[in-house]
């Protein structure tokens, strides 16, 4: 048996978006992850990486629904972030079953349910991004009691920690965003996502900027080798460290855009694209924005919508990378002496 977390949505908004959103997601008593990412029907649909005939890996059981070509365990924690569908649901003013969208009149509602070992974070990305403009969505998660969960929060009477957050979107959110507005993603495309922390296949880079690892964009045609040091797209959608004061945040700030860039420009291929974000635009940074204009085409600053509107932060956006004689390497140790 695996240690259960348990998940929370809280709903507000209209009682017709409320009233879709759970007709849509809660299918035959369970809030059913395949209506918001749905797993591939078909062996044509499934990517070469979790097709067991193309790339056959080591998988757990036959919880595939038929489908033996699938690998559904890695798909599903790769794709959701746990590896089953939802159980044990639990909700407060949904829908009944045969009520009407006229009959409904809720502004919110409350829907419960259960995953094994953490949260299904990626569905929660999605549900965020999808719904941002129409539903306000909290989700407040409590994990059965293990240590590793103690910055999660305060251990209740029953062993089970809580916390609540808004989550941060993952790097193939912020990439679509800016897919849609630049044009920075194309077919055969190799991408690159810098991620400090320790969260599975999202561990890029250590806090050095010396280990790399490999992962895969989701986008059709799209791949990713950490081996390749000629990259046409590279993310870093990296958090400083928070001290409080608001000189030493600005620096920290700073620094960590430096060292993106800096190791970005080693991997960066003719007509590459660059996207990195800042936790605000302090004078050095804007130094640092001027100085990438002469190696890159075009610099544009940008704030993708899953960000709260309260934040300073703001994504720099820099498309094609020009291979010429300007010393930008140089000049960015200049700036930080």
């Known amino acids: 048996m695996p240690n259960w ?4 949505l809280k709903i507000q908004g209209k009682s017709d978006d409320i009233y879709n959103f759970c007709k849509r997601h809660i299918v035959d008593g369970r809030f059913d992850f395949n209506t918001i990412i749905p797993e591939p029907e078909s062996e044509e649909e499934c990517s070469d990486s979790f097709n067991l005939n193309k790339n056959p890996k080591p998988y757990i059981g036959p919880n595939s629904d038929g489908k033996l070509w699938f690998n559904w365990y890695d798909w599903r924690k790769w794709r959701w972030g746990c590896k089953w569908n939802s159980s044990a649901l639990s909700a407060k003013n949904i829908p009944e079953a045969n009520q009407g969208i006229d009959e409904y009149d809720e502004n919110t509602c409350e829907i419960t349910f259960s995953t094994p070992w953490g949260p299904p974070r990626y569905i929660l990305d999605e549900i965020l991004w999808r719904y941002d403009e129409k539903l306000k969505i909290k989700m407040y998660l409590r994990f ?20 609540e957050r808004k989550w941060h979107s993952k790097p193939s959110r912020i990439l679509a965003f800016l897919d849609k507005r630049f044009k920075i993603i194309k077919n055969e495309s ?3 996502v810098f ?3 320790n969260f599975g296949s999202e561990l890029i880079l250590d806090d050095n900027f010396d280990e790399l690892t490999e992962v895969v964009f989701e986008k059709p045609n ?3 080798n950490a081996d390749i040091y000629n990259y046409d797209v590279i993310l870093a959608d990296l958090n400083q460290k928070i001290s409080g004061i608001k000189n030493i945040d600005r620096q920290n700030s700073f620094d960590l855009a430096h060292d993106v860039v800096s190791k970005s420009l080693e ?8 996207v990195f974000n800042v936790a605000t635009l302090t004078p050095d940074v804007e130094k640092l924005i001027r100085l990438l204009k002469n190696k890159f085409r075009t610099v544009k600053r940008t704030k993708p919508p899953m960000l709260s509107k309260k934040s300073s932060e703001v994504f720099v956006v820099c498309l094609k990378y020009q291979i010429n004689d300007y010393d930008l390497e140089g000049e960015l140790k200049t700036l930080i002496e």
């Not at 977390?5 to 929370?8: P, Q, R, V």
């Open 267 to 274: 991997m960066c291929g003719e007509n590459a694209n660059l």
């Open 5 to 8: 977390c348990e998940n929370t």
């Open 222 to 224: 799209c791949t990713c």
């Open 144 to 163: 059965e009691g293990y240590d590793e969960y103690d910055f999660y929060g305060e251990t209740d009477a029953y062993g089970v920690k809580s916390y």
């Open 190 to 192: 190799n991408v690159f």
């Open 195 to 197: 991620k400090k922390g």
